[in-house]
């Protein structure tokens, strides 16, 4: 498990707050167009379309002339950022859908989640490109809050938009389901390690020039009570004498200084080989900010306070691992 601990002296980080959340079970819940003039689009409630067999939001635009989508909400109440930590939407694109660009290199588009207060600012945070054939089935698309955090957010907003010179091949077709703004967590569990697909996420390096995999191990387990059973295996192909260097990288975007301390298990097998120096070498984390610099934390308590700040990981945050064997 790889997990991280709320700042629990923050006043506005330590109150709970529910999570907002959009399922579509019996119609759009005051979900509504905000095209530019010449840009229509139709909205409408599926009953059984959705992520679950269920409800859910079609919007259909595109074609000739219009080049984008862009659903909006009123907000049940004013928000404050600082309370909140990510933004999801479960989408999914008709296959028959036109795409954009020249030949269809944009896809379908690029995606991004907007909120907005009461002077109608744009506060967006970018997804960028979807592409086929992903995007043909339900993908959930998440958004971090970004600092600095604005206090009285009025609406959410998402905008879908082709290229404006090509617009699209034909009319798209998307699918919107369970779109949810979560609170922040306390703890954040960036990973279980219960699925497959968590362990996509964590990408080998090749600058390190060192083989490595990843791949997802359910006969290891540290406890915790997640299931179903797993681990994240990494294996190392180092070779022998000299330095040497894996990392594994997961581009999570989170910001920092919302959190203090970092929590992982970790076990090394006994049929490893031991480094010239009778160790297994050392095993680092780290929090790489939008310049691609690296802030290692105190392997004995991962402290993360000792290097967030406002500018720490705002927008391209990535997490970083990494074992050195000397």
């Known amino acids: 498990m790889l997990a991280v601990v709320v700042l629990a002296g923050s006043a506005s980080l330590?109150?709970?707050?529910?999570?907002?959340?959009y399922n579509f079970a019996s119609d759009l819940e005051g979900w509504s167009g905000d095209e530019p003039a010449g840009f229509p689009a139709t909205y409408s409630w599926d009953a059984t379309g959705g992520s679950t067999g269920g409800g859910c939001m079609e919007v259909q635009f595109g074609g000739t002339g219009t080049n984008e989508m862009d659903p909006i909400v009123t907000l049940p109440s004013t928000l404050n950022q600082e309370q909140y930590f990510q933004v999801s939407i479960h989408m999914k694109v008709d296959s028959s859908s036109g795409t954009t660009g020249t030949g269809g290199s944009g896809g379908y588009g690029n995606l991004q989640a907007v909120f907005r207060d009461a002077s109608y600012s744009w506060d967006s945070?970018?997804?960028?490109?979807?592409?086929?054939?992903?995007?043909?089935?339900?993908?959930?698309?998440?958004?971090?809050?970004?600092?600095?955090?604005?206090?009285?957010?009025?609406?959410?907003?998402?905008?879908?938009?082709?290229?404006?010179?090509?617009?699209?091949?034909?009319?798209?077709?998307?699918?919107?389901?369970?779109?949810?703004?979560?609170p922040v967590p306390n703890p954040w569990v960036i990973d279980a390690f219960t699925n497959a697909s968590e362990i996509t996420a964590w990408n080998p390096q090749s600058w390190t020039g060192v083989p490595s995999t990843s791949s997802l191990n359910t006969g290891q387990d540290a406890g915790g009570g997640f299931t179903p059973l797993g681990a994240m295996e990494l294996d190392c192909a180092f070779p022998s004498g000299g330095y040497n260097q894996a990392a594994f990288q997961n581009n999570q975007s989170f910001d920092p200084s919302r959190?203090?301390?970092?929590?992982?298990?970790?076990?090394?097998?006994?049929?490893?080989?031991?480094?010239?120096?009778?160790?297994?070498?050392?095993?680092?984390?780290?929090?790489?900010?939008?310049?691609?610099?690296?802030?290692?934390?105190?392997?004995?308590?991962?402290?993360?306070?000792?290097?967030?700040?406002?500018?720490?990981?705002?927008?391209?945050?990535?997490?970083?691992?990494?074992?050195?064997?000397d």
């Open 14 to 21: 330590g109150h709970a707050q529910s999570a907002i959340v």
């Open 125 to 182: 945070i970018w997804y960028g490109a979807v592409y086929p054939p992903a995007a043909n089935g339900w993908v959930t698309y998440t958004f971090t809050i970004p600092s600095p955090y604005k206090p009285a957010e009025q609406y959410l907003q998402f905008q879908f938009q082709g290229n404006s010179g090509t617009g699209y091949s034909a009319p798209v077709t998307v699918y919107i389901d369970n779109i949810t703004i979560s």
């Open 259 to 325: 959190f203090t301390y970092l929590d992982m298990d970790v076990k090394v097998d006994p049929s490893s080989t031991l480094a010239q120096d009778g160790t297994y070498g050392s095993f680092d984390f780290a929090v790489m900010d939008q310049s691609y610099s690296w802030h290692e934390c105190d392997f004995d308590e991962y402290k993360l306070d000792s290097f967030a700040s406002a500018n720490a990981c705002p927008y391209h945050g990535a997490v970083s691992i990494a074992g050195i064997c």
